[in-house]
T-cell receptor
Framework: AQSVSQHNHHVILSEAASLELGCNYS??????LFWYVQYPGQHLQLLLK??????LVKGIKGFEAEFIKSKFSFNLRKPSVQWSDTAEYFC?????????????FGTGTRLLVSP | KAGVTQTPRYLIKTRGQQVTLSCSPISGHRSVSWYQQTPGQGLQFLFE???????NKGNFPGRFSGRQFSNSRSEMNVSTLELGDSALYLCASSLGKNTGELFFGEGSRLTVL
């Protein structure tokens, strides 16, 4: 069965530090990849997505992610975090033949950015 | 425009009871998906409805069911509640096409005592 692994459950950074959150998935077929974010007290929202093409995708708020097919990875990065980036981040994957609604999520990474 | 609305936001039930949760999608969205979020298992896909038809189903027992109405509003039902059903139930809507973006509601938090 498909699975998604997020290696870091909790990350604490100071403002202006660089961020990289790891995500690996287990499915060997064609996939679509996503990062969702949940800010404190808010609902889940899409940060960025990869369907095909350029493996480096850019999302909102300066986030980017790189798809490395050979490593089954889709790591999230941001060069310089801000206090407002404090949130929980979820990596997710769907198989292209099951539709975009059936997401398999990782367990999430809680990011705390100290001012 | 209004986001995804879920009701009730919080509810407490006892073992053996049943519960119905409601979700109103964003206007124009025809797909509604349901997810269960727990601290131990994270977010798990329950099912997805599109134009009143269940299009995808996750690995949950038959006690979990759902339906979608002609106005795209959806309900999910859990019968014979167990302690392990305590969770945040999230509804997400989308256009149903391959846009790749789900719009989530704030969830219904169910506590089973």
């Amino acid at each position: 069965a498909q699975s998604v692994s997020q290696h870091n459950h909790h990350v604490i950074l100071s403002e202006a530090a660089s961020l990289e959150l790891g995500c690996n998935y287990s499915y060997g077929g064609t996939v679509n990849l996503f990062w969702y974010v949940q800010y404190p007290g808010q609902h889940l929202q899409l940060l960025l997505k990869y369907f095909s093409g350029d493996p480096l995708v850019k999302g909102i708020k300066g986030f980017e992610a790189e798809f490395i097919k050979s490593k089954f990875s889709f790591n999230l990065r941001k060069p310089s975090v801000q206090w407002s980036d404090t949130a929980e981040y979820f990596c997710a994957v769907t198989q292209t033949n099951t539709g975009f609604q059936k997401l398999v999520f990782g367990t999430g990474t809680r990011l705390l950015v100290s001012p | 425009k209004a986001g995804v609305t879920q009701t009730p936001r919080y509810l407490i039930k006892t073992r053996g009871q049943q519960v119905t949760l409601s979700c109103s999608p964003i206007s124009g969205h025809r797909s509604v998906s349901w997810y269960q979020q727990t601290p131990g298992q994270g977010l798990q896909f329950l099912f997805e409805y599109f134009s009143e038809t269940q299009r995808n189903k996750g690995n949950f027992p038959g006690r979990f069911s759902g339906r979608q109405f002609s106005n795209s509003r959806s309900e999910m039902n859990v019968s014979t509640l167990e302690l392990g059903d305590s969770a945040l139930y999230l509804c997400a809507s989308s256009l149903g096409k391959n846009t790749g973006e789900l719009f989530f509601g704030e969830g219904s938090r169910l506590t089973v005592l």
